[in-house]
């Protein structure tokens, strides 16, 4: 199974790549262990995300900027309102980066 590696940059990505790589400085893990772990971060998020979140949101606000590189989606909107059934939260600014999952497959 093919992974993006977009998920490294969420918070909890950020703090597991610090991690691996204080335990890689100190020489508690081996630099190839650290990219399996990640590797397997990878992995982990997609499929969870894939077979555990099932609500649906919507999401209004003013386009700032959009981009479509490398078959990726890149939006930045401000002034957004995220509706999900439990309620709706106000956000200024927010970064979406969309990925095709068909590309996962290949």
Known sequence: MA??????????????TETLDEMVQSGTLSPEL??????????SMTEALETQVKSKVSIKGHLHTYRFCDN????ILQNATFKADEGSENVGRVKIVACDSKLLTQ
């Open 3 to 16: 992974t993006f590696e977009l998920y490294r940059r969420s918070t909890i990505g950020m703090c597991l």
């Open 34 to 43: 650290a990219i399996q772990v990640l590797v397997q971060f990878d992995k």
């Open 72 to 75: 990726v989606w890149t939006f």
